[in-house]
C-alpha cells in the first residue's frame, strides 16, 4: 500500500481510550484459557479483589459484579479517569478506582482476597503482604514471541528481548512469567496453576493493524510518517484470507498465599 492510502486509514482509526479495542476487527485460533472465565473461578460474592494496572478499568468493570468490593490501580491519571468513566451507577458502590504505581501499592496490608494483573507489571514485594492468607494472584502476562511478523518487519527483534532491555535499563526485575512463578514460591506462596499459549492471531483490516499499531507499547512510538513502509511490507508478506497474520503469545501464572 502506499503512504497515502496508509496516512487515510491512519487519519480515520482514532485513538485508544482506555485499554478499549472493541473496534477492532481481529481473528485466532482457539485459546486453553480466557482470562476473565479463569477469574471468576476465584471470586466470591463477598471477595475483595486488587487489579493492578487496570487501564479503563475495561476487564476489571465486567468481573465486578462477582465480587464484594474492588479497587483499580493503575499508574496513569488518565487511565483512572477513563475507568472512573466508565464506570456504571450500578457498580459506583462496588469499585473504586485510584492513580498509584504497581511498585509503591500504598494500601493496607492482609485485606485483599485475590490480586490481579492483567498485562502490567508484578511487583512480588508489593503485592504478597497485601493478601489475606489463602489469597489469590491471578496474572496474564505478554509473552516474548507476541507479535512476532510484526517485530521482524519493523526490525524490532522479538517483545520478548524489548522487554528485557526495558526492565535492564529501567533497574527493574524481569517480569516474564518463569522469573515470578520464582520469586512468588520464594516469598512463601504456593503454585496452583500456570500456563502459555502461542497461537495464530490475524488482523482482519488494515485499520485494525494501525488501530493497535497506535495503542499498544512498542520499543518505537508508531508514526505513519516513519513506518509506512514496513507496515506496508508487513501487509504483502503477511496478508491471508483470514487477515494480517501474525500470532498472540500468553502467559498465566495463579500462586496462593498460606494460612
Not at 53 to 78: C, K, M, N, R, Y
Not at 194 to 205: I, Q, S
Request: aromatic share 12%; net charge negative; hydrophobic share 40%.
Amino acid at each position: 500500500m502506499t503512504y497515502d492510502e496508509l496516512k487515510r486509514i491512519y487519519d480515520s482509526v482514532g485513538d485508544v481510550r482506555g485499554w478499549d479495542f472493541s473496534r477492532t476487527r481481529t481473528d485466532r485460533d482457539p485459546v486453553p484459557w480466557d482470562y476473565s472465565e479463569i477469574v471468576r473461578r476465584y471470586l466470591r460474592p463477598s471477595s475483595r479483589v486488587l487489579d493492578v494496572a487496570t487501564g479503563g478499568g475495561e476487564v476489571f468493570l465486567a468481573l465486578a459484579p462477582h465480587v464484594g468490593f474492588g479497587i483499580g490501580t493503575d499508574s496513569s491519571a488518565t487511565m483512572i479517569q477513563t475507568a472512573q468513566e466508565n464506570t456504571p451507577p450500578s457498580l459506583a458502590d462496588k469499585v473504586s478506582f485510584v492513580e498509584m504505581r504497581a511498585q509503591e501499592l500504598t494500601l493496607p496490608p492482609a485485606s485483599f482476597d485475590a490480586v490481579l494483573d492483567r498485562h502490567g507489571p508484578v511487583f512480588v514485594d508489593q503485592i504478597v503482604p497485601l493478601l489475606r492468607p489463602q489469597g489469590y494472584v491471578i496474572t496474564q502476562q505478554v509473552a516474548g514471541r507476541n507479535l512476532q511478523s510484526v517485530y521482524s518487519v519493523f526490525g524490532w527483534g522479538s517483545n520478548g528481548a524489548y522487554w528485557q532491555r526495558y526492565w535492564q535499563e529501567n533497574g527493574l526485575l524481569a517480569q516474564d512469567v518463569a522469573s515470578l512463578r520464582e520469586r512468588f514460591i520464594l516469598a512463601g506462596c504456593s503454585l496452583i496453576a500456570h500456563g502459555e499459549y502461542d497461537v495464530p492471531f490475524y488482523f482482519r483490516d488494515v485499520a485494525s493493524l494501525l488501530f493497535y499499531l497506535k495503542a499498544i507499547p512498542l520499543p518505537e512510538d508508531f508514526d505513519i510518517e516513519r513506518h509506512w513502509e514496513p507496515v506496508s511490507r508487513l501487509i504483502a508478506e503477511y496478508s491471508t484470507p483470514r487477515g494480517i497474520g501474525s500470532n498472540e503469545h500468553r502467559q498465566l501464572l495463579i500462586v496462593q498465599k498460606p494460612e
